[in-house]
């Protein structure tokens, strides 16, 4: 083989490994977005059956401004869980664990805090991988593969200054 046909195939090679990571990638992609749907609906639930939403309880703020006329023996910030408000928060509720089938019954206060903390990260895997396709799309269609399907300048227009390649 001459240089320029190992050339050809080295390329050939690199672009079918970008192209497989990058539908590897939005695969995981899918993956995480249902997981942040099942976690956003658990957490609807459970603000259903404690009477609250986001914002229906009041800031620690707002307590004090309240409670300032009363100066007893109370305290002056009374903790109030955001999910929780004035739920029992010991109550237990049944959860199950992602990635098991198995069903724990746990306090309502730690149910919906691991449901939070887990949709933190999904949310944050979530964004890195929207930038990583993104990235890959971009080194793609730079490349000349994606010339049919996307063009170059309307991809250029998708992807900020921060997330190119370095």
Not at 11 to 39: I, K
Not at 61 to 70: H, L, Q, T, V
Request: net charge negative; aromatic share 6%; glycine share 4%.
């Amino acid at each position: 083989m001459d240089d320029n046909m190992k050339q050809i195939q080295e390329n050939l090679v690199e672009m079918e490994t970008e192209a497989e990571n990058l539908l590897l990638a939005q695969h995981q992609l899918v993956e995480n977005d249902r997981m942040r749907n099942g976690n956003r609906e658990a957490l609807t639930a459970l603000r259903k059956r404690a009477r609250t939403t986001k914002t229906s309880v009041p800031s620690p703020f707002e307590s004090i401004m309240k409670e300032i006329e009363g100066l007893g023996t109370r305290p002056l910030v009374k903790e109030l869980c955001a999910t929780c408000g004035n739920h029992d928060s010991t109550e237990n509720t049944w959860m199950m664990f992602p990635g098991t089938d198995v069903f724990a019954r746990i306090p309502f206060h730690a149910a919906h805090t691991i449901l939070e903390k887990d949709q933190t990260r999904v949310d944050f895997d979530v964004n890195k991988l929207q930038s990583y396709v993104k990235e890959k799309s971009f080194w793609i269609s730079e490349k000349g593969a994606l010339a049919d399907k996307i063009s170059p300048g309307v991809l250029r227009s998708l992807v900020t200054l921060t997330d190119k390649p370095k």
